[in-house]
C-alpha cells in the first residue's frame, strides 16, 4: 500500500511517501521537505503569526496534491512540539482541516520519545538489548529506554536545537557569555532526568536519532548520508565534545561549509550540539549508534501495525 505522512515540525513540513505494508520494511517512494521554521514564527504571546499559519495550509494543501499525484491510497499528519506549545495551535489545526483536509494529530512530547524509540527498536531489533534512544529535534529532546518496543521511561525536555538557537543565541558568531549561558541551562534541564532514565538499569545500546545529531556525526567523521542507509555511523563522547569546541565561535555561514551541515540548519547546529554534548556527558554515553530513523518512521510503523490488526479483526 502507498501512504504518505506528512510531517510538520518545529523546523520543516515533510512529505514522506512509502510503499510498505504490515511486517515488511517501508520502502521510500518521494519526499518532498520545505523549510518553515514554525517555531521561530511564534509571536510575544506565544502564538503562531497569521502568515505562519497561511503557509503552513498552503502547505498541507500542496501535500495532499502531491501525495494523490504519486499514488498514495492514503495520507496521514501529525506535529510536534511548535503547535503543540502555541497558545493558538488548536485554532491553527481547524484552519488546516477545513482549508486543506489534513487532520493533523498533536503528539504529546512522551509521545514523541514513545513513538521514535520505536523506531529505533525496529532498525536495531530485540538483539540491541535495552536501548536508551537520545532525539533532538527542533522543538524539544526526548529520551527514552526499555527493552520492549514500548519503553519503560519516555522524557521530552523543551531543548530542541532551533528553540534554543532562537531564545539563547543572539549574536552571529554567539559571544562566550551567551554559550556559557546556554550551557547551563541546558546541563540543568537535562540533570533533572538523569535520575528517571538511570533507575531503569545501564543501557546494553545507545542510540542517537534526528537531523541534528545524524550532522554532528558527519562533522565528526562519519560517513557521508551518499553512502546509504546501512553504513555504520557512530558518535563517541570525545567527539562531540570535539564539535562542541569547534562549532562555538563560528557564524552560520561558517558552519554552513562543514560536511553534513546544510545552509538551512547551520544557525541551529551550535545549540544543538550543546544539548548533544549535555546528553552524553550527564547520561555517561562513550559512543552512541546514529539511527537513520526517527520520529516519522516510527508513526508510520505504528500506522501500519494499526491497519493489520483492524484487517485481522
Not at 554559550?179 to 533507575?199: C, D, K, N, P, T
Not at 562543514?258 to 544539548?275: D, E, N, Y
Request: aromatic letters at 6%; glycine letters at 10%; a negative charge.
Amino acid at each position: 500500500m502507498r501512504m504518505g505522512v506528512l510531517d510538520v515540525g518545529s523546523n520543516t513540513v515533510h512529505l514522506f511517501i512509502v510503499d510498505g505494508h504490515f511486517g515488511a520494511r517501508p520502502l521510500p517512494a518521494y519526499s518532498h521537505k520545505t523549510d518553515l521554521r514554525l517555531v521561530e514564527l511564534l509571536d510575544d504571546d506565544g502564538k503562531i503569526s497569521t502568515k505562519g499559519a497561511d503557509q503552513l495550509v498552503a502547505l498541507c494543501t500542496d501535500a495532499v496534491t502531491i501525495a494523490e499525484d504519486k499514488g498514495a491510497q492514503s495520507m496521514f499528519g501529525f506535529a510536534t512540539s511548535a503547535l503543540r506549545d502555541a497558545t493558538n495551535g488548536d485554532d491553527v489545526i481547524d484552519r488546516v482541516r477545513k482549508e486543506s483536509g489534513v487532520d493533523l494529530t498533536v503528539l504529546s512530547g512522551e509521545d514523541e520519545a514513545r513513538m521514535t524509540f520505536l523506531a529505533v527498536r525496529r532498525w536495531y531489533g530485540w538483539s540491541s538489548g535495552r536501548l536508551l534512544c537520545i532525539d533532538i529535534g527542533g522543538g524539544s529532546l526526548e529520551l527514552a529506554i526499555g527493552i520492549d518496543e514500548d519503553p519503560d521511561v519516555a522524557l521530552s525536555l523543551p531543548l530542541g536545537a532551533a528553540r534554543l538557537n532562537h531564545e539563547w543565541l543572539h549574536a552571529d558568531p554567539p559571544s562566550a557569555d551567551e554559550v556559557r549561558e546556554l550551557r547551563r541551562h541546558v546541563r540543568a534541564a537535562v540533570a533533572s532526568v538523569v535520575g528517571q532514565i538511570s533507575r531503569i538499569g545501564a543501557p546494553d545500546q545507545v542510540v542517537v536519532s534526528s537531523k541534528t545529531f545524524r550532522s554532528l556525526a558527519r562533522v565528526a567523521g562519519a560517513a557521508p548520508s551518499a553512502e546509504g542507509p546501512y553504513v555504520r555511523r557512530t558518535l563517541t563522547r570525545k567527539g562531540m565534545s570535539e564539535v562542541v569546541d569547534q562549532l562555538a565561535g563560528t557564524s552560520a555561514a561558517e558552519r554552513a561549509e562543514l560536511p553534513g551541515v546544510s545552509s538551512g540548519r547551520a544557525a541551529q547546529l551550535l545549540a544543538g550540539s550543546i544539548v548533544a554534548d549535555a546528553t552524553f556527558d550527564l547520561f555517561e554515553v562513550d559512543v552512541a549508534e546514529v539511527c537513520p530513523w526517527a520520529l516519522r518512521e516510527g508513526m508510520l510503523l505504528n500506522r501500519l501495525d494499526r491497519l493489520a490488526f483492524e484487517q485481522s479483526g
